[in-house]
């Protein structure tokens, strides 16, 4: 079930209805959780099962593991449940990466060998949900939190459909407390909600997918040439294209979930504007990037064992999370890039004396640029189709030509909606950096608030491009 699809709106409708009535919280609890069940059962009914499986091993084994009397004990009952979790993703998202490599590797030595077709799918959103409950069940085992009392409460924190297929990645110890009791909704809140929820639709809808995504796709259709500028505009285009599509989930969701009542974390926090890829990884996705430097780089060691072991560690995080992502080699040089990045980063970082200059407005635009390049590099190997293309176009991305106009792939109106758009966001983050969107919008008088959202609903309703699902859903 996609926000963005009038079945959504019936659904939401419904679930609202039984929530504000003056049912009790119990019940109301229950009304969500069935609710999330429906909403993700609306993909594939049987898929549900592995929300049950992951719900009920974590929360008995945290259970157990809590009250283990030894140490080895714990770590039975946490590897338990990083065999279950990891194992349903092992199987439903790598086991036919791991089925290809080997084939090839055989075929390498000689061995032909012909496996049966894999046709298992994908389970929506199976790596977000995997890594939430997984964050309980170690949570517990550091004895950073106790097991919760309410399975209710816990299911639908595992299944909290504004965030179960896309995130943000949620931790325990944020969501379970709000459970505690009904929290009052304002009509502030609700309306901020709201607010919230058409502007993440916005990103989705006619940036992502009415503006950016048509260009993308001409550039990165296989067997097209595009030309340096091209092929820089169409990467540029898909960067702006999964930041509205995937940033305008998580702030849809967190505007759905504030409507109940329930504060999410935020997930973005204009990334663009960015001043080196420490501060990317702050500002993007920020639920994953925290994930995974609490749950595995600082488990691997962090900093804490010299400048080489961090420097690895940094490179093991981000590969991993690049495979986070999906299984290909593409994602793991995606992954590679961001960990060279980071690396680079603190070995200039070291050299490099402090000093007000880097304060300097024009020395951060600079600085943001080259920030901004560096990741729009990485992004080829996220978008296209296969490793092969991505090393052609960043061959054709490494060699300046005239032809600025395009003509192989974009026409003369896909060039100037880019050039148009693109340095827009960008003006925009930048200037909006050392704020949230909710400061921005605080600042404003309400009639400019009513004139922009009316706006943006007017666009959602006349620009809207192709019906596309959302692109972190495959993840």
């Known amino acids: 079930m996609l926000f963005n699809s009038y079945t959504f709106l019936i659904f939401i409708s419904v679930i609202f209805l039984i929530h504000f009535s003056k049912l009790s919280w119990k ?28 719900t009920v091993v ?22 338990a449940s990083l065999g279950v979790n990891l194992g349903m993703l092992a199987f439903f998202k790598y086991a036919d990466f791991a089925l290809q490599n080997f084939v090839a590797i055989a075929g390498y030595f000689g061995v032909i060998y012909y496996p049966p077709e894999w046709n298992i799918i994908l389970p929506v959103g199976i790596s977000f949900f995997t890594f939430q409950t997984l964050s309980y069940s170690i949570d517990v085992y550091r004895k950073d939190l106790k097991p919760w009392h309410s399975f209710t409460d816990y299911a639908m924190y595992v299944t909290f459909f504004p965030q179960l297929v896309a995130g943000p990645i949620v931790r325990a110890a944020d969501f379970l407390p709000q459970c505690l009791k009904q929290p ?12 919230l929820f058409i502007i993440g639709m916005f990103s989705k809808i006619v940036i992502a997918d009415g503006f950016m995504a048509p260009i993308v796709d001409k550039v990165y259709v296989v067997g097209i040439s595009p030309t340096f500028t091209e092929a820089w505009l169409g990467t540029m285009a898909f960067a702006m294209q999964i930041f509205g599509d995937f940033a305008g989930y998580s702030t849809a969701a967190i505007g759905i979930a504030l409507c109940f009542g329930f504060s999410l974390p935020d997930n973005f926090r204009f990334p663009y504007a960015a001043i080196g890829f ?4 702050r500002r993007w996705h920020i639920s994953l990037s925290s994930w995974l430097r609490d749950y595995l780089y600082i488990s691997l060691g962090g900093n804490r064992h010299g400048v080489i072991r961090t420097k690895i560690n940094l490179m093991i995080t981000m590969i991993l999370g690049g495979l986070w992502h999906g299984a290909s080699w593409n994602f793991m040089i995606w992954g590679m890039l961001h960990g060279g990045y980071l ?64 003509g192989h792939a974009l026409g003369k109106f896909d060039v100037l909606i880019a050039v148009t758009i693109i340095p827009s966001i960008l003006i925009f983050q930048f200037l909006c950096r050392n704020h949230t969107i909710e400061y921005v919008f605080s600042k404003m008088p309400w009639f400019v608030k009513a004139v922009i959202l009316t706006g943006l609903l007017l666009a959602i309703t006349l620009i809207s491009g192709d019906d596309r699902a959302f692109i972190y859903f495959q993840f």
């Open 278 to 281: 420490s501060d990317f990884w």
């Open 58 to 79: 974590d929360w008995f084994l945290a259970k157990w593991m809590f009250v283990a009397k030894t140490r080895s004990r714990r770590k039975l009952f946490l590897f």
């Open 27 to 54: 019940t109301k609890k229950l009304n969500l959780l069935i609710g999330s069940y429906l909403f993700y059962a609306a993909w594939n009914p049987l898929f549900v099962i592995l929300l049950w499986v992951s």
């Open 184 to 195: 009052k909704v304002t009509m502030n809140q609700f309306g901020w909600g709201i607010s």
């Open 343 to 406: 690396v680079i980063e603190r070995v200039l970082k070291s050299f490099m004396p402090s000093s007000k200059i880097w304060t300097r407005i024009p020395v951060q635009m600079i600085l943001v640029t080259l920030t901004f390049v560096a990741v729009c590099v990485a992004w080829v190997f996220f978008r296209a189709t296969d490793l092969e293309q991505s090393i052609n176009l960043i061959k054709i991305m490494a060699s300046p030509d005239l032809n600025i106009l395009g």
